[in-house]
C-alpha cells in the first residue's frame, strides 16, 4: 500500500485578493436577476506576461432557466471560447463559494491549473468540503486549490441573499 500523497496547496498571492474582488461583484450582479449570488473569473496565468482576465461570470439560472448555468460553468466555456482550446492549464478559477459536483468536474474536465475559492460549501462543496475532485489520485488531472480568500466578505454574500428570501 503507498503512502497518501500530499495535497497541494495553492500558494497565496495578493492578486487573489484583487480577482476575487471581481469575483464578489459578478456575484453581486447575480442578485440583480434573482439567482444565488456566486462569481467565477478565470485568469490566464502563463507566466509569460503579466496574467490576463479572460473572464468573469456569475450564476444565471434563474434568468435562462438552465440548472447547469453556474457561474463557474459559464466562466470556463468562455475561456476556452476566448483561448480556442479546452486546455486551461494555464489558467486560474477564482470563485467565490467552493464549487458543486458538476462544477468541480467541468474544472477538472478543463484540467484548470488551480483554484482560489473564497467560501467554502457545506452543502455540496467538491473542492474539499464534502469532496474532493481537484485533488482525487484515481483521476487523471489533479490542481491545487486555496480556500478562505475573503471569505468573510464571500459568506455574507450569500447569508444576506438567503435571510431575504425567508
Do not use: K
Amino acid at each position: 500500500m503507498t503512502a497518501p500523497r500530499p495535497s497541494p496547496v495553492l500558494a497565496a498571492s495578493p492578486e487573489h485578493e484583487r480577482w476575487m474582488d471581481l469575483a464578489i461583484e459578478e456575484a453581486r450582479a447575480a442578485t440583480l436577476h434573482g439567482d444565488v449570488p456566486i462569481g467565477a473569473v478565470v485568469v490566464q496565468v502563463d507566466g509569460v506576461g503579466s496574467p490576463r482576465l479572460l473572464t468573469r461570470r456569475h450564476n444565471e439560472r434563474e434568468l435562462t432557466h438552465d440548472g447547469t448555468a453556474h457561474g463557474e460553468v459559464l466562466a470556463l466555456r468562455d475561456a476556452c471560447a476566448e483561448l480556442g482550446r479546452w486546455r486551461l492549464d494555464d489558467c486560474l478559477m477564482v470563485v467565490t463559494l467552493e464549487p458543486c459536483p458538476m462544477c468541480a468536474g467541468a474544472l477538472w474536465a478543463t484540467r484548470i491549473g488551480g483554484v482560489v475559492i473564497g467560501t467554502e460549501s457545506f452543502d455540496a462543496g467538491s473542492l474539499g468540503t464534502l469532496y474532493h475532485l481537484g485533488q482525487d489520485p484515481r483521476l487523471n488531472h489533479e490542481f491545487p486549490v486555496r480556500v478562505g480568500v475573503r471569505r468573510d466578505e464571500c459568506a455574507g454574500l450569500l447569508q444576506e441573499f438567503f435571510a431575504g428570501r425567508r
